[in-house]
Each structure stands twice: as structure tokens, then as C-alpha cells.
């Protein structure tokens, strides 16, 4: 069975992306859903502003940044995403759109990690790629 929902920031370059690839495979842009969860880290005050930093900064907390969302808040956002996922994923087959930093974090989350055991390599999240991952039917104890 092929993909039958994506899931999509609500960030306009997420949803064309969204859209794009819903035409290449032939699916109707009525099952492209937006999970608010899955938009990018707020960066705060240097939001929107050039890249100045190393990769590796924006998967940190700084505490000088006015606004910038914490990891910890942007790991529980991701929680939050992936238990939404895994509910659509009980009837479709899912392909999620978004971005580096809070993807790094969801595949995090849907690795079973902590906050602490997510500390990043800025070589583990590239730009315009992806990752399969297979949730597993949970069991009673």
C-alpha cells in the first residue's frame, strides 16, 4: 500500500513541499493535513534573520536569545506530534513534512530517547531529506 495522507507544518515552504510531492504521486491535495506541532523551532529574536551560527547552535538553548523556544518545550511539542501521528498512521500510510531542527526532535521522540539523549550532531539532520519510520502495534502487559 502507497502513501495515503501527508502530514505537513503549517509552514508555507512545508506545504509545498507537501503539495509537490502529492502530485507526483497522484494524490489528491485533500489529504495533505497541517499539524501545527510539526512547524520549526521559534527561534526568537533572530528569527527570520541570516544564518550566523554553526548547525550545531540551533539544536541548543541559549539563554542570551530573547523568544528562542527551549528545547525542552520544542521536545514536548514534538510528543505531542508524534502521538497525532501515530493515531493517523492506525489508517494511512503517512509522509510527514517539516523541518531540520524539529525534525531531529520528532525522530528523537519516535525513537523512545530522552531530552537528554538527544544531543545533536549537526551531520545526523541534512536538508531535504528523509527517514522511514515504522511504529510498531503496542502490546498489553
Same mark, same amino acid.
Given at each position: =500500500?502507497?502513501?495515503?495522507? /501527508?502530514?505537513?507544518?503549517?509552514?508555507?515552504?512545508?506545504?509545498?513541499? &507537501? @503539495?509537490?510531492?502529492?502530485?507526483?504521486?497522484?494524490?489528491d491535495l485533500a489529504h495533505i493535513q497541517i499539524l501545527d506541532e510539526l512547524r520549526e523551532r521559534s527561534l526568537g529574536s533572530v528569527e527570520g534573520k541570516p544564518k550566523e551560527h554553526d548547525s550545531s547552535w540551533y539544536y541548543e538553548d541559549h539563554?542570551? /536569545? @530573547?523568544?528562542? @523556544?527551549?528545547?525542552? &518545550?520544542?521536545?514536548?511539542? =514534538?510528543?505531542?506530534? /508524534?502521538?497525532?501521528?501515530k493515531v493517523?498512521?492506525?489508517s494511512n500510510k503517512i509522509l510527514v513534512t517539516g523541518h531540520a531542527i524539529s525534525g531531529y526532535f520528532l525522530l528523537q521522540v519516535a525513537a523512545g530517547k530522552t531530552l537528554e539523549e538527544s544531543t545533536m550532531l549537526s551531520s545526523e539532520v541534512a536538508n531535504a531529506d528523509y527517514v522511514v519510520v515504522n511504529f510498531e502495534p503496542t502490546r498489553p502487559q
Open positions: =500500500m502507497g502513501i495515503t495522507l /501527508i502530514v505537513s507544518s503549517p509552514f508555507l515552504r512545508a506545504q509545498q513541499t &507537501a @503539495e509537490t510531492i502529492a502530485g507526483e504521486l497522484s494524490i539563554t542570551t /536569545i @530573547e523568544g528562542l @523556544e527551549t528545547r525542552q &518545550a520544542l521536545f514536548n511539542r =514534538m510528543k505531542v506530534a /508524534i502521538e497525532k501521528i493517523l498512521s492506525k
